[in-house]
């Protein structure tokens, strides 16, 4: 669900000028730290 959200909210921004576009290799490295991240955060706060 927020991969779907994450690439509608960039697309649109990168739509309007407010973001740069960037290659789809970077958008896919950073959703998979963002995941790593959201996973560890919640085994520690729910731990």
Do not use: C, D, H, Q
Not at 19 to 46: D, F, H, K
């Amino acid at each position: 669900m927020s991969t779907i959200i994450s690439f509608s909210s960039y697309s649109i921004l990168a739509k309007n000028g407010i973001l740069p576009e960037l290659n789809s290799a970077y958008l896919i490295a950073l959703m998979a730290l963002t995941y790593i991240a959201g996973i560890v955060s919640g085994r520690l706060r729910y731990s």
